[in-house]
């Protein structure tokens, strides 16, 4: 019972849901986070974020079949590739997963901009697994999309909307850890099997990729502080305990840093981007630049709280 229960979590991915946390980001940088009547509806929509997450795995996992049962390293890893759930009861997760998303939508989270970024969502999951995966560069620049798509769907969610440059960033963030993934693969698989792994790794080599990833880290830490810095220029006076957000600045490029150390030391790392949040140096400077932020975007509010 207990493998049946592991083998449908691995199908499900379950494991990938921490990118649906995204969902999150428009209510913390609208400064709305003491809005508990805010937190149902995301709530729910983590859940359908979810379902459209595992929807679009299953697909992939059916129509990839054949090839993975040929695939000496994926027959092991892949649940239906491997016999341990049938094709039958994967289609049965289908129904179900589109039941629940379905009744969601329709009688508990009516909203029209939710149900486009689902959509959107699974579309650009299907699209890329279907025809952008094999076309180096393109893959990654579709793949990044769909954590834009989750912290749209917060936003719409709230009816807030945050600024350009955090969604800039957000999508340099995905392209960052895209980037990193593809190194990982070249570095423990070498590039002969790495192919075997992806087609498209045929164009892709470590020297094109470490300049990638330098290029994208550069341009993700120049858009969070370009971000904070314009932030301060459209939200005149700035009060003194607003200036703190500038230390993170430094504790961001150090995130950055710590990453590319990481994945480069590390390529099972950078092959499974979870991992490098149980790395203590980089919790413990996600902590601190959460800290920073909450106390200078929510400072009027905590000051309330502490004087009620």
């Known amino acids: 019972m ?39 509806d995301l709530i729910i929509g983590f859940i ?9 795995y299953i697909i992939n996992d059916l129509k990839d079949i054949e090839y993975d049962k040929s695939h000496p390293e994926k027959i092991r890893k892949k649940p239906l ?50 025809i952008f995966k094999n076309y180096a560069f393109v893959d990654i620049l579709v793949l990044s999309t769909g954590y834009l798509w989750r912290a749209l769907a917060g936003c719409v969610i ?51 990729l470490d300049r990638f990833h330098i290029l994208i880290a550069g341009a993700l830490f120049m858009t969070y502080a370009l971000y904070l810095i314009i932030n301060f220029e459209l939200d005149t006076p700035v009060a003194l ?17 710590r990453y590319m150390y990481l994945t480069s ?11 490098a949040f149980f790395d203590k140096g980089i919790i413990i400077a996600a902590i601190v630049l959460f800290i920073i932020l909450f106390f200078s975007f929510y400072f009027d509010k905590i000051v309330e709280i502490l004087t009620f």
Request: some cysteine; glycine content about 4%; hydrophobic content about 55%.
């Open 48 to 56: 359908l974020l979810c379902c459209a997450s595992s929807f679009n």
């Open 81 to 130: 590739a491997s016999g341990e759930i049938s094709i039958f009861f994967a289609i049965l997760l289908l129904v179900l997963l589109t039941t629940i998303s379905i009744f969601l939508l329709i009688f508990i989270l009516p909203n029209l901009g939710l149900i486009i970024m689902i959509i959107l969502i699974i579309v650009t999951g299907q699209l890329y697994n279907h």
């Open 241 to 257: 305990y607003e200036y703190i957000v500038i230390f993170t600045i430094p504790i961001s490029l150090y995130i950055i840093m």
């Open 158 to 208: 709230i009816e807030q909307y945050v600024s350009a440059w955090l969604f800039l960033a957000i999508f340099e963030i995905a392209l960052f850890l895209s980037i990193a993934k593809r190194k990982g693969d070249l570095m423990l698989l070498g590039e002969n099997k790495a192919i075997d792994h992806k087609k498209v790794y045929d164009q892709y080599s470590l020297t094109l």
């Open 265 to 275: 030391s590390k390529p099972e790392i950078a092959r499974s981007a979870e991992r």
């Open 2 to 40: 207990a493998s049946k229960i592991k083998n449908i979590l691995h199908l499900l991915r379950v494991r990938q849901y921490y990118k649906n946390v995204m969902i999150f980001v428009g209510i913390f940088f609208s400064r709305m986070m003491f809005e508990a009547s805010l937190y149902l």
